[in-house]
């Protein structure tokens, strides 16, 4: 997958556009991001139902069991999903909370609610956004990691990413951490690179991380 932007221009835009992110962009090095191989909307999400609050490897057990059960990867389709019993669905690892926010997204693909993945590509941020948080256990900070991560969108500012706002503490060194609020106001500079100035806002906690080991 390749971003839907220039990331030079990108980068060059936000060093002019706020002198405190420029410093955190020269030791962070190089926009190094690339949008991982997009699924269809369908498998995202349902990969993220299944894998909220838990550890990856558990999550990871639990998506295996539920693709097994549904007859492979190949077999992972919403009317495969729905034609299986809640027992077997739980007895694979669900929650009951999970396994009916699995169902839903099943419904609501099939209904055309949760687009295909070309037709996903053909819509905006906010029309994606409002269309997949009407999946149940779908909220705004999901289907931003989606934008960013698999669509390669470059105006997206998860401000509830705890990751994003802690970034922001150390590359501006407030004494609090910002409120979602806060940070939105200060991103309006950022645009249209949003995604851009979060990646850094991460890679802010990494180098803080390296930093205090080296103490």
Not at 54 to 78: D, E, F, N, W, Y
Not at 133 to 159: A, C, K, N, Q
């Amino acid at each position: 997958m390749t971003l839907t932007y220039d990331p030079d221009e990108a980068v060059a835009a936000l060093q002019r556009a706020d002198r405190r992110l420029a410093r955190i962009i020269r030791r962070a090095g190089p926009f190094t991001h690339r949008p991982e191989k997009a699924q269809s909307p369908f498998h995202s999400l349902l990969r993220a139902i299944v894998f909220q609050q838990l550890h990856g490897k558990a999550a990871s057990t639990i998506l295996g069991r539920v693709t097994v059960q549904c007859g492979g990867t190949s077999g992972l389709k919403p009317e495969v999903i729905l034609a299986q019993s809640d027992a077997k669905m739980r007895a694979a690892g669900l929650s009951r909370n999970k396994l009916l926010a699995v169902r839903d997204l099943a419904v609501k693909t099939l209904d055309g609610t949760v687009p295909s993945l070309a037709k996903l590509r053909k819509l905006d941020d906010a029309e994606i956004l409002e269309r997949l948080t009407e999946v149940r256990g779908i909220g705004p900070w999901t289907v931003e990691m989606l934008l960013i991560f698999r669509l390669g969108r470059p105006d997206v500012l998860p401000v509830s990413d705890f990751g994003v706002r802690a970034g922001f503490k150390v590359v501006y060194g407030t004494p609090e951490i910002p409120t979602p609020k806060e940070l939105l106001a200060h991103g309006e500079r950022w645009r249209p690179y949003r995604s851009v100035a979060s990646w850094y806002m991460w890679r802010a906690v990494d180098l803080a991380r390296e930093e205090g080991k080296k103490k």
